[in-house]
C-alpha cells in the first residue's frame, strides 16, 4: 500500500498542511493532484519553496498521477495525497489503490445557489458529491472532516447519510 492518507483542500499546500498534516503522516512523499497547478509554474515554484522538509513532493495531473499509480511507481513509497476534489480519490481507489483515511479540510465556501451542507467552520459539501464520499466510505476509507490535526476527528455522516 502506497497511499498512507488523503486530504481534499482546496489551497493545495499551505501552511496547516505543510507545517502539521504532512509531519502527522510522515510520509516519504506529498502528492498534489491538480491539473491547474500542475501546468502553472508560478504556482508550483511557491509550492515547492513550502516542501515538507524530508519528504519529495510532486505536483502533478490527474492523468500522470493516474498513469505513475497504474504503472506501480509508488508501491514501494509512503504517500500523502492531497486534491481539491472527492473525485480525484474514488478514481484512485477504483484503479485499486486503498486510501486508509481521508481528510475533508479546507474547501470553498459556495457562493450564490449552491447547494449542500456546511461541514464544521471551513468545510462544505456540495450536493454533487455525495455520492462520490458514500463510494469512498463504502470502499473501507475513513472520511472524516477535521481542518487542524489537533481538531476532533467527525465523521462524515455526522453531514451526509450514508
Known amino acids: 500500500m ?37 501546468h502553472d509554474e508560478v504556482r ?49 481507489i477504483e484503479m485499486g489503490q486503498k486510501i486508509p483515511v481521508l481528510t475533508l479540510g479546507l474547501t470553498e465556501l459556495p457562493t450564490g445557489e449552491a447547494d449542500g451542507v456546511q461541514a464544521g467552520r471551513r ?8 455520492d462520490t464520499y458514500r463510494k469512498i466510505a463504502a470502499a473501507g476509507t475513513t472520511v472524516e472532516v477535521r481542518y487542524m490535526t489537533t481538531d476532533k476527528a467527525v465523521p462524515i455522516s455526522e453531514y451526509i447519510s450514508m
Open 123 to 130: 468545510a462544505f459539501i456540495k450536493t454533487e458529491d455525495m
Open 2 to 38: 502506497s497511499i498512507k492518507a488523503g486530504r481534499i483542500d482546496y489551497r493545495l499546500l499551505h501552511g496547516i498542511v505543510q507545517g502539521y498534516w504532512c509531519p502527522t503522516y510522515a510520509t516519504q512523499r506529498t502528492m498534489i493532484i491538480d491539473d491547474a497547478t500542475a
Open 44 to 92: 508550483k515554484g511557491a509550492m515547492r519553496m513550502s516542501k515538507p522538509s524530508g519528504q519529495a513532493l510532486s505536483i502533478i495531473d490527474h492523468e500522470t498521477a493516474y498513469a505513475n499509480f497504474k504503472a506501480g511507481k509508488y508501491d514501494g513509497h509512503t504517500v500523502f495525497v492531497i486534491a481539491r476534489d472527492p473525485q480525484t480519490f474514488l478514481d484512485l
